[in-house]
């Protein structure tokens, strides 16, 4: 399973931009789908998670400002950021995974840097 991130760039705060992440298996295999960010000198945290059945997570610094969506038809997640702000500059990693016979395999995509500045 390959997932590749993009997206990611440049924005002033306030302003807004839509990362995808493309799966290479079917996303009615996975348990759960979402995104991560890493900021230099942080913990991975999350940011939004979708796990199958229909619920969706987000992280406190997401609530309000990001919405993430799917499109199962492309095999694609998407991660809408709106009103970014520079604490928000990070390098945002989508990922997946599925469980089988009681093992969960996790996949996490190469990530796509999103830097919030004027």
């Known amino acids: 399973v390959q997932l590749q991130a993009s997206g990611g760039g440049l924005v002033q705060p306030g302003g807004s931009l839509r990362l995808s992440c493309t799966i290479s298996?079917?996303?009615?295999?996975?348990?759960?789908m979402g995104w991560y960010r890493q900021a230099p000198g942080k913990q991975r945290e999350l940011v939004a998670t979708y796990i199958s059945g229909g619920s969706t997570n987000y992280g406190d610094s997401a609530k309000g400002r990001f919405t993430f969506s799917t499109d199962y038809a492309k095999n694609v997640v998407y991660l809408q950021m709106n009103s970014l702000k520079p604490e928000d500059t990070a390098v945002y990693y989508c990922?997946?995974?599925?469980?089988?016979?009681?093992?969960?395999?996790?996949?996490w995509g190469q990530g796509t840097q999103v830097t919030v500045s004027s």
């Open positions: 298996a079917s996303m009615h295999s996975f348990n759960a």
């Open positions: 990922h997946a995974d599925q469980r089988f016979q009681g093992v969960t395999y996790d996949y």
